[in-house]
């Protein structure tokens, strides 16, 4: 009987062909759509870690004033800590790009090469990948550094310049004006002692090696021997001038004091000593010069007395000293130390970026595959329930003649579950080829600067494409093929079906097409309903790759909006006056936690009559404006309490909302500049920011860095080129699988139908009329569904959406314009009426003979 049943299945295939290669269509086009996005996010990801593993990746960076010496060197080395210099200077090319120039490293964040060998001689290079690609530089070609001509021997990228930014506070990777270079230590030396570079900058990567914290490593450099006079800066001096000169003033007063009452002590014991010596020396002639001795004697009583009011005024100066000694030691807790900055690889925007970047894929891959597989399990039981529904003659026949339960379910399951297995492994396969998850990594690779990865395959993954497929399709048609093979065979032979309660219903004083079109959706209503949940679920994919657009879009565009300013000043070195046309602020970086991930926050101080801040500060150290960024990010209102961590100094601050503003660079909240000045326990002058709506003249060695709105212009469009092919990819495939399961449904409905198809074909209704009857009717089915989906899809996925992306300081903006929710309805009812034309043929081949097929 296996045998006999095996023969059906090439004529089951020609019957069905349209809808089994249906299915397997949109079962290649979910594996395609998970494991493109999810292996490519897995490829950066681990790769990323392989390669900073590798490439010996720092624990941090250390850049100083002054040089470490042989022996603080050899103390960090003797601690266990692996140190090594990355001592660099800019040189700015002919084309007006930089090159950033570093030594050969031998021990920390080790250069890998895409192409060619590391510089070995006096006169060769090593670039950086994408400025070679954006420049066009191959290897064996001629750069040239200030005035000397240098051949590419190298084309690769370093693990600490994964994001290649010339600051940290650049807010995107241009690699067509910033990019790295290794030369040799002796063509370093070399380069340096010219004219046309920039200042070094004397930076060390170090490996702690588990042998002590970040904590103890930066205090153990706090604690070398500095002098802070040595420093070669002018601006620093000059702050400190103000701080520990002071302090410096004040000691050398008291020690200038101490010193003078010495000498004046060491006088007066002379002093004491003569006039001792003199009455000592009259004491033989004081009866003859008696008024002589007297004198003397006096004389000696008030050295005497002097004397011993000088050492009372010696100890008192001792004690004066030995109290300011420790005044001051309180005013000024903390001498002047080494470091300039310090950034642990957790705070370095330069490493890790894209595979966090490209985390994004990973999370929404994975919840598109729950998705997908509540799509492919509801297309796949209504499939099976249409086919059982089908073929319930046949079946009840079959079991009639003897054949057993458990062989007639072998032979429905087969099918559906080769071409789930089969719809699986092609998509698997396209989604791990270079049609899938390489061209999700091309935007990676064109925007960072990352080596070649492997070819990653997660166990995991494969699972899911190639095995869970056939899996859902075993588990769902043998609960629906056992509960139909569960009634009789002459129930089954009859064709029985539950008898609906829809025809109760009284409807009246109505036409008889729109009367039996609502007639035909109540009997239909089961259909509707699974039509409903397919479209919604569609909408929910639909909506993931849409937000992702919104997302990105939003980012680029209200950031320009909201910079209001032409210039931002980040003050290393302020000046006592802020600079003439320039609005000072104060700002401080906190962090916050969520979904595992910790952001920073700015908090900046303002002035209420700020004209770039649409915000007016209200006094109290507890007391913020919070942006509309932040409180989307974190789920705030007004009257909200948040808890904001300076991690540097192990405390927590408190705030209060009293107002949202709307304001998208970055993650922000604003305080009163004179709270929080005595917040953070600063001068009532303080600041460390300026505004201003034009350049000013500032001394570049003031400063930490320089933004301008030119610069947010500039790179607005960044996220939206990064992210294309997740949302691109997204978008499109839910149309696909829309227009697959809406098929595939209309297909069933109509299939249902049949019987009173034919019926009408018989009572002389033409095809026309036919299609109104049954295809218009089905479209008021999708366009309700559609008005219930689109905002509901859209409620569901802005919720969740936040989730994805915990590891972006961003605002998320995920509203969209009015007039998308029209567009979206259009495309879909568009894609239905392409559908109904499609479907029509169907219509057209239902015969009126098929009433004499169905009667008993």
Same mark, same amino acid.
Request: hydrophobic share 40%; glycine share 6%; proline share 3%.
């Given at each position: 009987?296996?045998?006999?049943?095996?023969?059906?299945?090439?004529?089951?295939?020609?019957?069905?062909?349209?809808?089994?290669?249906?299915?397997?269509?949109?079962? =290649?086009?979910?594996? +395609?759509?998970? $494991?493109?996005?999810?292996?490519?996010?897995?490829?950066?990801?681990?790769?990323?870690?392989?390669?900073?593993?590798?490439?010996?990746?720092?624990?941090?960076?250390?850049?100083?004033?002054?040089?470490?010496?042989?022996?603080?060197? !050899? !103390?960090?080395?003797?601690? %266990?800590? $692996?140190?090594?210099?990355?001592?660099?200077?800019?040189?700015?090319?002919?084309?007006? /790009?930089?090159?950033?120039?570093?030594?050969?490293?031998?021990?920390?964040?080790?250069?890998? &090469?895409?192409?060619?060998?590391?510089?070995? #001689?006096?006169?060769?290079?090593? &670039?950086?990948?994408?400025?070679?690609?954006?420049?066009?530089?191959?290897?064996?070609?001629? =750069?040239?550094?200030?005035?000397?001509?240098?051949?590419?021997?190298?084309?690769? #990228?370093?693990?600490?310049?994964?994001?290649?930014?010339?600051?940290?506070?650049?807010?995107?990777?241009?690699?067509?004006?910033?990019?790295?270079?290794?030369?040799?230590?002796?063509?370093?030396?070399?380069?340096?002692?010219?004219?046309?570079?920039?200042?070094?900058?004397l930076t060390y990567g170090f490996i702690l090696n588990d042998a002590m914290s970040s904590d103890d490593f930066k205090q153990m450099v706090k604690d070398f021997d500095f002098d802070y006079k040595a420093v070669d800066d002018p601006y620093y001096q000059e702050i400190l001038a103000d701080t520990y000169g002071k302090k410096d003033e004040i000691t050398d007063g008291i020690n200038d004091l101490v010193d003078g009452t010495d000498e004046l002590?060491?006088?007066?014991?002379?002093?004491?000593? %003569?006039?001792?010596?003199?009455?000592?020396?009259?004491?033989?002639?004081?009866?003859?010069?008696?008024?002589?001795?007297?004198?003397?004697?006096?004389?000696?009583?008030?050295?005497?007395?002097?004397?011993?009011?000088?050492?009372?005024?010696?100890?008192?100066?001792?004690?004066?000293?030995?109290? #300011?000694?420790?005044? &001051?030691?309180? =005013?000024?807790?903390? /001498?002047?130390?080494?470091?300039?900055?310090?950034?642990?690889?957790?705070?370095?925007?330069?490493?890790?970026?894209?595979?966090?970047?490209?985390?994004?894929?990973?999370?929404? %891959?994975?919840?598109?595959?729950?998705?997908?597989?509540?799509?492919?399990?509801?297309?796949?039981?209504?499939?099976?329930?249409?086919?059982?529904?089908? !073929?319930?003659?046949?079946?009840?026949?079959?079991?009639?003649?003897?054949?057993?339960?458990?062989?007639?379910?072998?032979? +429905?399951?087969? &099918?559906?579950?080769?071409? /789930?297995?089969?719809?699986?492994? $092609?998509?698997?396969?396209?989604?791990?080829?270079?049609? %899938? #998850?390489?061209?999700?990594?091309?935007?990676s690779y064109s925007y960072y600067s990352l080596p070649e990865f492997d070819t990653v395959i997660p166990a995991y993954l494969i699972i899911y494409a190639v095995v869970m497929p056939p899996i859902v399709s075993l588990i769902v048609n043998t609960l629906v093929i056992n509960k139909s093979l569960s009634r009789t065979a002459l129930s089954l032979i009859r064709n029985e079906q539950k008898v609906s309660k829809a025809k109760d219903i009284r409807i009246r004083n109505m036409k008889f097409m729109p009367m039996f079109k609502i007639r035909q959706m109540l009997r239909e209503r089961r259909t509707a309903v699974t039509v409903m949940a397919g479209m919604i679920i569609c909408l929910m994919i639909f909506m993931m790759g849409f937000n992702c657009y919104t997302l990105c879009d939003s980012v680029g565009k209200l950031s320009v909006e909201d910079t209001k300013y032409e210039y931002l000043y980040t003050f290393k070195y302020p000046t006592k006056e802020v600079p003439k046309g320039g609005e000072a602020c104060y700002v401080e970086t906190l962090k916050k936690e969520m979904y595992g991930y910790t952001l920073d926050i700015t908090v900046m101080g303002i002035d209420d009559n700020n004209p770039f801040i649409n915000a007016k500060p209200i006094k109290g150290k507890n007391k913020i404006i919070a942006s509309d960024a932040v409180t989307t990010r974190y789920n705030l209102n007004v009257g909200d309490s948040i808890i904001l961590s300076d991690t540097a100094n192990d405390m927590d601050y408190a705030f209060t909302i009293e107002e949202i503003v709307p304001y998208s660079v970055g993650l922000t909240v604003f305080m009163d500049i004179d709270s929080m000045r005595e917040l953070f326990g600063e001068e009532d002058d303080y600041y460390n920011v300026v505004m201003a709506d034009h350049k000013l003249d500032i001394e570049e060695g003031r400063l930490y860095s320089t933004s301008t709105k030119a610069d947010a212009e500039r790179s607005s469009h960044i996220f939206v080129d990064l992210m294309k092919p997740l949302f691109t990819m997204l978008i499109s495939c839910s149309a696909v699988i829309f227009f697959i399961v809406m098929y595939l449904m209309t297909s069933v409905m109509i299939d249902r139908g049949s019987f009173g198809i034919s019926l009408f074909k018989i009572f002389g209704f033409n095809s026309r009329e036919v299609k109104r009857l049954y295809l218009d009717g089905n479209r008021t089915v999708v366009a309700v569904g559609a008005l219930i989906g689109i905002p509901l899809a859209k409620f569901i996925i802005d919720k969740i959406f936040p989730i994805f992306i915990p590891n972006v300081a961003c605002c998320v903006h995920l509203e969209y314009n009015w007039y998308m929710y029209i567009v979206i309805f259009a495309a879909i009812m568009v894609l239905y009426q392409i559908i109904s034309v499609a479907i029509t043929g169907k219509l057209n081949r239902i015969t009126p003979a098929e009433v004499l097929k169905n009667r008993e």
């Amino acid at each position: 009987m296996n045998r006999i049943l095996r023969k059906r299945f090439p004529r089951e295939i020609k019957n069905n062909f349209f809808r089994y290669f249906a299915l397997f269509f949109m079962i =290649v086009l979910c594996m +395609y759509l998970i $494991t493109s996005m999810v292996d490519a996010a897995e490829v950066i990801i681990r790769g990323t870690d392989n390669n900073q593993i590798e490439s010996k990746l720092e624990d941090g960076q250390i850049t100083v004033f002054s040089k470490f010496t042989d022996s603080e060197l !050899e !103390e960090m080395a003797d601690k %266990g800590v $692996t140190i090594e210099p990355h001592f660099s200077f800019e040189v700015t090319l002919e084309d007006n /790009s930089v090159l950033r120039v570093f030594k050969n490293r031998e021990k920390v964040d080790l250069v890998t &090469l895409d192409r060619g060998r590391p510089a070995e #001689s006096d006169d060769e290079i090593v &670039l950086e990948k994408r400025y070679c690609e954006e420049h066009e530089i191959n290897v064996d070609d001629t =750069v040239k550094l200030a005035g000397k001509a240098f051949t590419v021997t190298g084309i690769g #990228s370093s693990v600490d310049y994964d994001a290649p930014l010339r600051k940290f506070s650049d807010t995107a990777i241009d690699s067509k004006v910033f990019g790295t270079a290794f030369v040799t230590e002796d063509s370093y030396n070399d380069l340096k002692s010219g004219d046309e570079i920039g200042t070094e900058d004397l930076t060390y990567g170090f490996i702690l090696n588990d042998a002590m914290s970040s904590d103890d490593f930066k205090q153990m450099v706090k604690d070398f021997d500095f002098d802070y006079k040595a420093v070669d800066d002018p601006y620093y001096q000059e702050i400190l001038a103000d701080t520990y000169g002071k302090k410096d003033e004040i000691t050398d007063g008291i020690n200038d004091l101490v010193d003078g009452t010495d000498e004046l002590v060491d006088g007066v014991k002379e002093l004491y000593d %003569g006039t001792k010596e003199f009455k000592e020396g009259l004491e033989p002639y004081k009866p003859m010069l008696p008024e002589a001795y007297e004198g003397a004697k006096e004389l000696y009583e008030g050295a005497k007395e002097l004397r011993d009011g000088t050492d009372e005024l010696k100890d008192g100066v001792d004690e004066l000293k030995e109290k #300011s000694d420790e005044m &001051l030691d309180k =005013v000024f807790d903390e /001498s002047p130390n080494n470091i300039t900055s310090y950034i642990l690889r957790a705070d370095n925007m330069r490493i890790g970026g894209a595979a966090g970047d490209i985390e994004i894929n990973k999370s929404v %891959g994975l919840l598109a595959g729950i998705i997908v597989i509540i799509l492919f399990a509801y297309v796949l039981s209504v499939f099976v329930i249409h086919q059982i529904s089908n !073929e319930s003659s046949v079946i009840g026949a079959l079991y009639a003649m003897g054949v057993r339960k458990k062989d007639l379910m072998r032979h +429905y399951i087969f &099918l559906p579950t080769l071409v /789930s297995f089969l719809g699986g492994l $092609t998509g698997a396969f396209f989604g791990l080829s270079g049609f %899938g #998850s390489g061209w999700q990594t091309s935007d990676s690779y064109s925007y960072y600067s990352l080596p070649e990865f492997d070819t990653v395959i997660p166990a995991y993954l494969i699972i899911y494409a190639v095995v869970m497929p056939p899996i859902v399709s075993l588990i769902v048609n043998t609960l629906v093929i056992n509960k139909s093979l569960s009634r009789t065979a002459l129930s089954l032979i009859r064709n029985e079906q539950k008898v609906s309660k829809a025809k109760d219903i009284r409807i009246r004083n109505m036409k008889f097409m729109p009367m039996f079109k609502i007639r035909q959706m109540l009997r239909e209503r089961r259909t509707a309903v699974t039509v409903m949940a397919g479209m919604i679920i569609c909408l929910m994919i639909f909506m993931m790759g849409f937000n992702c657009y919104t997302l990105c879009d939003s980012v680029g565009k209200l950031s320009v909006e909201d910079t209001k300013y032409e210039y931002l000043y980040t003050f290393k070195y302020p000046t006592k006056e802020v600079p003439k046309g320039g609005e000072a602020c104060y700002v401080e970086t906190l962090k916050k936690e969520m979904y595992g991930y910790t952001l920073d926050i700015t908090v900046m101080g303002i002035d209420d009559n700020n004209p770039f801040i649409n915000a007016k500060p209200i006094k109290g150290k507890n007391k913020i404006i919070a942006s509309d960024a932040v409180t989307t990010r974190y789920n705030l209102n007004v009257g909200d309490s948040i808890i904001l961590s300076d991690t540097a100094n192990d405390m927590d601050y408190a705030f209060t909302i009293e107002e949202i503003v709307p304001y998208s660079v970055g993650l922000t909240v604003f305080m009163d500049i004179d709270s929080m000045r005595e917040l953070f326990g600063e001068e009532d002058d303080y600041y460390n920011v300026v505004m201003a709506d034009h350049k000013l003249d500032i001394e570049e060695g003031r400063l930490y860095s320089t933004s301008t709105k030119a610069d947010a212009e500039r790179s607005s469009h960044i996220f939206v080129d990064l992210m294309k092919p997740l949302f691109t990819m997204l978008i499109s495939c839910s149309a696909v699988i829309f227009f697959i399961v809406m098929y595939l449904m209309t297909s069933v409905m109509i299939d249902r139908g049949s019987f009173g198809i034919s019926l009408f074909k018989i009572f002389g209704f033409n095809s026309r009329e036919v299609k109104r009857l049954y295809l218009d009717g089905n479209r008021t089915v999708v366009a309700v569904g559609a008005l219930i989906g689109i905002p509901l899809a859209k409620f569901i996925i802005d919720k969740i959406f936040p989730i994805f992306i915990p590891n972006v300081a961003c605002c998320v903006h995920l509203e969209y314009n009015w007039y998308m929710y029209i567009v979206i309805f259009a495309a879909i009812m568009v894609l239905y009426q392409i559908i109904s034309v499609a479907i029509t043929g169907k219509l057209n081949r239902i015969t009126p003979a098929e009433v004499l097929k169905n009667r008993e």
